[in-house]
């Protein structure tokens, strides 16, 4: 079976859910012993740092016109190259404009259908423009959860057979790992040794992150060698929401205990969640919650807001809260903090949260 992916976000739009989604499937897939072809369309020769000689992949280094919508290029590689599936990963926005095999587009949100005030607006309309004619040529679509299915159905009226709901795949990286190997490592490389609390993700409006840092300011008052170590891209459209966290963390005494590392390499992402006495997220909405996965595949206690996704993915390794208790989050951090007793107490009752394998997307491929 010939099957094409696109590669574009693994590689060009670090430090976002879509490149890792794209990252790890690729690589899972690529990896795996099966009976295909798997071309990927990269656009340039980075793709050589992602993948290595085990690979399976057939790499299209293709050059793309994305800003303009124009897949011509791509259509001719499918046509001539024998492909029986294509699969788009962010939200079908890389479909040709005719039809030459079979397309499967993977869905991973919908907040800018019903967020309009909270979206660039530049990708708001291409959003408009490019997405309801993609969900209608395309074969298939992968939900990442089943959250995102139910609004696939609810907002767009899509036949729920046409849906199908498979989840990230997330790298093996993600594990305990010792303290001692953490603790060194993040002082060596980062000159962080005190204690710390930890949000990883998207530094954006829809995260609350200044509600995050309003908490940390409770919190800090009982714990006071306690830092927030907050990870993320700061550059660019991010950097305007990042100066007001700054201002907002001076104006509340607490600039010199929260800490901005930027965007980090995903390799060191696994260092924080393990020295971390726990990971904070007030997000409003995500289709998979993947850092709170990551985290909780590496057993750190996680504290979140109850959204249909969590529900969903986290059942029994996360605790839900709700942002007018800021009271009993602060309370509840600092029992995690200051009695190991009550934090292994929440590690031990943490399950798994629900991830994919390559076999699992290899068999939707080979059904369509």
């Known amino acids: 079976m010939n099957i094409c992916i696109d590669g574009y976000a693994a590689l060009n739009l670090p430090g976002t859910f879509i490149s890792s989604y794209s990252e790890e499937l690729i690589k899972d897939l690529t990896f795996s012993e099966h009976p295909h072809s798997m071309h990927v369309i990269f656009e340039n020769d980075n793709y050589k740092k992602l993948l290595d000689k085990s690979s399976w992949c057939i790499p299209a280094n293709i050059e793309l016109q994305r800003q303009k919508n124009n897949y011509d290029i791509l259509e001719r590689y499918l046509y001539e190259n024998g492909i029986e599936v294509y699969h788009s990963l962010n939200n079908g926005f890389s479909l040709p404009k005719n039809k030459c095999c079979s397309y499967v587009i993977t869905v991973h949100s919908l907040y800018p259908v019903e967020n309009k005030a909270k979206v660039d607006s530049k990708y708001y309309s291409k959003f408009l ?6 969900i209608e040529k395309a074969d298939k679509i992968i939900a990442v959860s089943g ?6 159905m609810r907002l767009f009226n899509i036949n729920e057979n046409k849906i199908h709901v498979i989840y990230p795949v997330i790298s093996n990286i993600y594990k305990p790992l010792s303290f001692s190997q953490c603790k060194n490592y993040i002082y060596d490389k980062y000159h962080i040794k005190n ?9 954006h409006t829809s995260k609350n992150i200044e509600r995050l840092i309003g908490l940390f300011k409770i919190v800090s008052s009982r714990c006071r060698d306690l830092k927030l170590v907050i990870t993320g891209d700061i550059t660019g459209k991010k950097e305007e929401y990042y100066r007001e966290l700054q201002n907002l963390s001076e104006k509340l005494d607490v600039k010199d205990r929260v800490i901005f590392t930027g965007l980090i390499p995903k390799e060191d992402t696994v260092y924080f969640y393990n020295r971390a006495k726990c990971v904070v997220s007030f ?11 990551e985290a909780a595949l590496c057993k750190t206690p996680i504290i979140c807001l109850d959204n249909p996704s969590v ?3 986290l ?6 809260c709700s942002l ?3 009271n009993e989050i602060s309370e509840f951090i600092y029992y995690l903090s200051n009695n190991n007793q009550f934090r292994s107490n929440i590690i031990n009752k943490m399950e798994a949260p629900l991830y994919s394998k390559a076999e699992e997307y290899l068999e939707f491929y080979s059904q369509i």
Request: charged residues 25%; contains cysteine; proline residues 5%.
């Open 311 to 313: 529900k969903e993915i």
């Open 147 to 152: 959250f995102i299915k139910d609004e696939l």
């Open 129 to 134: 423009e490019v997405f309801p004619e993609s």
């Open 283 to 293: 997000s409003e909405y995500d289709g998979y919650p993947l850092s709170l996965s």
């Open 195 to 203: 204690e710390f609390i930890y949000y990883c993700g998207n530094i």
């Open 324 to 326: 007018s208790n800021a």
């Open 315 to 320: 059942n029994n390794c996360a605790v839900t």
